[in-house]
T-cell receptor
Framework: GAVVSQHPSRVICKSGTSVKIECRSL??????MFWYRQFPKQSLMLMAT?????????EQGVEKDKFLINHASLTLSTLTVTSAHPEDSSFYIC??????????????FGPGTRLTVL | SQQGEEDPQALSIQEGENATMNCSYK?????LQWYRQNSGRGLVHLIL?????REKHSGRLRVTLDTSKKSSSLLITASRAADTASYFC????????FGAGTRLTVKP
């Protein structure tokens, strides 16, 4: 079945640095990918919709300049947390829909990236 | 890797009927959450049930949790065409894990 990978799975960085997280659809093309973040013991929050070849659509309250999204190809979307601060520490997860011929979309989730900003 | 597994994978009912979806998981959890997703859109959080809770209600939604069986169910009562969507459960042990979802179609 379809697989979505994320890299890295865990990252620890110093405050002020930028961190790039990759989301790849391994055996299907994804014109759209979704980025979420989750704080400990809380629900997942949609951050943005990544669109191949065009600008991402950000949810209200999500800073575009803080969370840069680039959907450079049909199999890769990247989320860059710029000038990371401790409050950006979170679990980031991506998902991508895959549509088999004649059926509705099936959503596939990446394994997530645990970001810790010191 | 995905831990939660929903069943059925697809469910088609008539408007007004109840829809029940199940979720099974493998490891111990802090809480379990249900989400819905309309085609082409991101996930929307529906309800969270903690590991020490057995049942929770929110409007037409009823969620049960059986930690001994490592399973949860989502019941949507008096379904509407607008409930047509995919429904996912997610467990929050160390990190959040999602199942593959149940695709619900409610026919008007």
């Amino acid at each position: 079945g379809a697989v979505v990978s994320q890299h890295p799975s865990r990252v620890i960085c110093k405050s002020g640095t930028s961190v790039k997280i990759e989301c790849r659809s391994l055996d299907f093309q994804a014109t759209t990918m979704f980025w979420y973040r989750q704080f400990p013991k809380q629900s997942l929050m949609l951050m943005a919709t990544s669109n191949e070849g065009s600008k991402a659509t950000y949810e209200q309250g999500v800073e575009k300049d803080k969370f840069l999204i680039n959907h450079a190809s049909l199999t890769l979307s990247t989320l860059t947390v710029t000038s990371a601060h401790p409050e950006d520490s979170s679990f980031y997860i991506c998902s991508a829909p895959s549509r088999a011929s004649g059926t509705a979309d099936t959503q596939y989730f990446g394994p997530g990236t645990r970001l810790t900003v010191l | 890797s995905q831990q939660g597994e929903e069943d059925p994978q697809a469910l088609s009912i008539q408007e007004g009927e109840n829809a029940t979806m199940n979720c099974s998981y493998k490891t111990s959890i802090n809480n379990l959450q249900w989400y819905r997703q309309n085609s082409g859109r991101g996930l929307v959080h529906l309800i969270l049930i903690r590991s020490n809770e057995r049942e929770k209600h929110s409007g037409r939604l009823r969620v049960t949790l059986d930690t001994s069986k490592k399973s949860s169910s989502l019941l949507i009562t008096a379904s509407r065409a607008a409930d047509t969507a995919s429904y996912f459960c997610a467990t929050d042990g160390d990190d959040m894990r999602f199942g593959a979802g149940t695709r619900l179609t409610v026919k008007p």
